[in-house]
């Protein structure tokens, strides 16, 4: 069966980075687009990007530009999301899903606490 | 940029029927998907490319979209599908999410 699997909660203080990482089993990794969401508590869902696995090709929300790298490694079946100057507001739980027509799986999220 | 608009809430009595709408500019000229996310859940699709249904969906689930809006509609709603339900739809390569509906039944 289709498991995207992510990385376990990250804290990091004002300024840092942070790596999430989204392991994929079940199907061909490199035939779907992974986007990564975010959700802040109480929010609703918000679109960082897509990253093709097959290509490497990635496009990022205008918000997060020169902030986020999406990328991936096809031997591990492994998405990687890295956000970078973190601040207060980065906290959220920050989801991988495997797109097609649709956002048809998800990863189980990870959070993601900004604190100094 | 491109925005897609949804009620912050929609009540329903068990056993009618919830309509839920997303409009944005256009939208009917794009496929529109809906989500569902229930407390400490990740979403899950209940809706995509308009008016399917994925595997597993109950039938009560439908979908349509024409002009500017979009709508989910849950026939014969049960307690089971309070949740929050989102839209989204894409503009070019982006994804673009409506800002969520909150489904009470009560």
């Known amino acids: 069966q289709v498991q995207l699997v992510q990385s376990g909660a990250e804290v990091r203080k004002p300024g840092a980075s942070v790596k999430v990482s989204c392991k994929a089993s079940g199907y061909t990794f490199t035939s779907y687009d992974i986007n990564w969401v975010r959700q802040a508590t109480g929010q609703g869902l918000e679109w960082m990007g897509w990253?093709?696995?097959?290509?490497?090709?990635?496009g990022y929300a205008q918000k997060f530009q020169g902030r986020v790298t999406m990328t991936r490694n096809t031997s591990i079946s492994t998405a990687y999301m890295e956000l970078s100057s973190l601040r207060s507001e980065d906290t959220a739980v920050y989801y991988c899903?495997?797109?097609?027509?649709?956002?048809?799986?998800w990863g189980q999220g990870t959070l993601v606490t900004v604190s100094s | 940029s491109y925005e897609l608009t949804q009620p912050p809430s929609v009540s329903v009595s068990p056993g009618q029927t919830a309509s839920i709408s997303c409009s944005g500019d256009?939208?009917?000229?794009?496929?529109a998907c809906w989500y569902q996310q229930k407390p400490g859940q990740s979403p899950m699709v209940v809706i995509y490319?308009?008016?399917k249904r994925p595997s597993g969906i109950p039938e009560r689930f439908s979908g349509s979209n024409s002009g500017n809006t979009a709508t989910l509609t849950i026939s014969g709603t049960q307690a089971m599908d309070e949740a929050d339900y989102y839209c989204?739809?894409?503009?070019?390569?982006?994804?673009?999410f409506g800002g969520g509906t909150r489904l009470t039944v009560l």
């Open positions: 990253m093709n696995p097959n290509s490497g090709n990635t």
């Open positions: 256009k939208l009917g000229d794009r496929h």
């Open positions: 899903a495997r797109f097609k027509h649709a956002a048809d799986y």
């Open positions: 989204q739809a894409w503009d070019s390569s982006t994804v673009v």
């Open positions: 490319q308009d008016i």
